[in-house]
């Protein structure tokens, strides 16, 4: 019998809501309740979530703030909010939101139409929108300061699922008699458990229902005076003790000593500079992606499982953000990735990935520029080819960087970390991240931890495009892979050879390589021989369950490592999450892929 997805069944490709543009004002057709007000959504929204949760006082006086919205819509919320942060150029926000019927950003259009005045801002979130897929979104605005969180999939299933502390809600599910599934006593009892003492939510709705389920969950609930011609909205304050889930706050560090400038360390040199940290990067090569980063193009694709896992759906999530991140740097050279039913066990895979019911802008059958035969495959539509040196150098761009910097040593003194390089130089830091990718074990022993990490070399063919090969318009991934062309060159990988005793035999490392290539691929190179041809070798880093590690392995020493050979489309995302954990910042991943990734499981003492 085949293997199917535990999700076969599941309505995993989300719905286009019904909506009915009313004088301009959207009208939700399953809910028959509008988006927002009718006589000014706008002012509504300040009215009630802005004003109800005293946002623009507390803005003022925060550098750092968390809204928690449930019911992202037409996201009118939110880039009221972007317009209030203009007049606070100093505080930061996490904006996590959920929404079961994304818009789409024609959708959208239609209704930010009806106001000019957030024309700018509108026009902003509708080109960062990610692709309509269930899980977590990452989209960066307002130059880095505003941090969107999209959970797209039913709040319900999802909010049991996060840890994070917020310190504002904007409750916003459609009128509760019309919608029950938004305001659900165990909704509101996770919106409870996920407040920060002293945090506050607002709502539109004064149902009595609501209330009491609020209260219930911790909220001193009051009412006060409507929008319009609503009589009442509610508002009201978390009461207790301190969350369980929310570790006790210390000062965040500032200066931050990364090891390793390759695709994880710029990664989270992004995540940290953004956030107003001071990411120092360190490497013992004179510049950025000297090693396993430093491939002259490479390959971004999700790797989904047959079982469907937490980490088959964390690989979404991070090729979500990785292909923006690559577009949005100019490092993409080609979109699409073709992954071959080839060979077999590739096929057997797809089988089952195509019964996972994906959306198709994930994964679909291939429609393609090969042969009939040969182009059989699944196509990932947010795979992409890229420049590896374009992209980590766009991420590293707001980092100190030290190249020629070989630590040596991991001091601590007068509660300052010192790292010595070989050559005696020092640098001083308030933390230290390992991110020394095939390294990452002599920073390891450096602070006294351990882990099993494997390593295996690499060695990737650069074969001269030739008429037919030219024409290849995107990535293509069999068992091994092939680039497009680029400066007349393909990439053609790779080699995994654990065996680091034994000399590099570069003729058999291109055999290797180019018997990787299904028939139908080969004949683009018809008449090539291995003679002069190019080839780049390095070392990729990865864990015995082939996930990554990311968190805190001792006080003020941090690591990011094992990504394989996945660190293009993994790193991104997963830094952009380490910088937050570091700085003390949401971090609102579902509890089973923060725990897939967590260093503590190799930690013999939980530290993290
Ligand atoms: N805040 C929005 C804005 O600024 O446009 C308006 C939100 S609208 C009133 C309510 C939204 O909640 C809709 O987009 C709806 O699809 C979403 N929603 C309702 N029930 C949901 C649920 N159980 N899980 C996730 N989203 C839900």
């Known amino acids: 019998m085949a293997r199917t997805s535990p999700h076969l069944h599941a309505d995993y490709d989300l719905p286009l809501p019904q909506i009915d543009m009313r004088d301009g004002v959207p009208h939700a057709m399953q809910f028959a309740d509008s988006y927002y007000n009718a006589d000014d959504g706008l002012a509504e929204t300040r009215h009630v979530f802005l004003e109800g949760n005293d946002l623009p006082a507390r803005m003022k006086a925060a550098s750092h703030l968390t809204i928690g919205e449930t019911g992202f819509g037409t996201g009118l919320n939110l880039l009221a909010v972007m317009a209030e942060m203009q007049n606070h150029p100093h505080c930061q926000i996490d904006f996590v939101s959920f929404e079961a019927q994304p818009l789409d950003a024609e959708m959208m259009a239609a209704a930010h139409a009806a106001f000019p005045q957030l024309a700018g801002l509108a026009s902003q979130l509708r080109q960062a929108l990610p692709p309509r897929w269930p899980g977590h979104h990452l989209v960066v605005l307002c130059g880095g300061r505003l941090t969107l969180h999209l959970h797209y999939g039913d709040m319900g299933a999802i909010l049991p699922t996060l840890d994070i502390a917020v310190d504002c809600w904007f409750l ?280 099993p990490v494997e390593v295996t070399r690499g060695q990737v063919s650069h074969v001269p495009a030739t008429s037919s090969s030219a024409s290849l318009a995107t990535g293509v991934s069999f068992g091994g892979y092939l680039t497009p062309s680029w400066d007349g060159l393909h990439e053609v990988g790779a080699t995994f050879s654990r065996d680091l005793e034994q000399p590099e035999d570069i003729a058999a490392a291109h055999a290797h390589n180019l018997a990787l290539l299904p028939a139908g691929i080969a004949g683009l190179f018809d008449g090539m021989t291995y003679d002069g041809l190019g080839l780049r070798t390095s070392y990729r880093a990865s864990l015995a369950d082939r996930r990554p590690v990311t968190g805190r392995i001792a006080d003020k020493i941090w690591m990011f490592g094992g990504l394989g050979a996945r660190g293009f489309t993994l790193a991104p995302l997963l830094g952009e999450m380490l910088a937050a954990q570091i700085l003390n910042r949401p971090v609102p991943l579902p509890r089973d892929q923060r725990a897939g990734v967590a260093a503590a499981r190799y930690l013999s003492q939980n530290t993290s």
Not at 290 to 298: H, I, L, V, Y
Not at 326 to 347: E, K
Not at 437 to 447: E, N, P, Q, W
Request: glycine letters at 12%.
């Open 172 to 451: 916003d599910g459609f009128a509760p008699a019309r919608n029950p599934s938004a305001w659900t006593a165990d909704i509101l009892s996770e919106v409870g458990r996920l407040t920060e003492i002293g945090g506050s939510f607002a709502s539109f709705t004064a149902a009595g229902e609501v209330r009491r389920g609020l209260a219930a969950a911790g909220f001193a609930v009051a009412k006060s005076t409507g929008y319009g011609r609503k009589r009442d909205m509610i508002r009201g304050v978390r009461e207790g003790t301190a969350l369980p889930h929310v570790s006790s706050i210390t000062a965040s560090p500032r200066r931050i000593a990364i090891i390793g400038a390759g695709i994880a360390g710029a990664a989270l040199a992004a995540g940290l500079s953004r956030r107003g940290a001071a990411p120092v990067l360190l490497d013992a090569a004179a510049g950025l992606a000297s090693a396993a980063s430093g491939n002259r193009a490479a390959l971004q694709s999700p790797r989904l499982t047959v079982d469907h896992n937490a980490m088959s759906r964390l690989s979404a999530a991070c090729l979500s953000w990785a292909a923006r991140c690559s577009d949005a740097a100019g490092a993409t050279l080609a979109a699409g990735v073709l992954a071959l039913d080839a060979p077999d066990r590739m096929a057997a895979r797809h089988a089952i990935f195509r019964q996972q019911r994906w959306p198709a802008s994930l994964l679909r059958d291939a429609d393609t520029v090969l042969d009939a035969e040969t182009g059989k495959g699944i196509f990932y539509e947010y795979g992409r080819a890229i420049r590896p040196s374009i992209l980590v150098k766009a991420l590293a761009e707001g980092a100190e960087f030290h190249g020629d910097f070989d630590v040596a040593s991991i001091t601590m003194e007068a509660g300052q970390l010192v790292l010595g390089a070989v050559d005696s130089r020092q640098v001083q830091a308030d933390a230290v991240v390992l991110a020394g990718g095939s390294r990452v074990a002599d920073g390891l022993h450096l602070v006294g931890q351990d882990m």
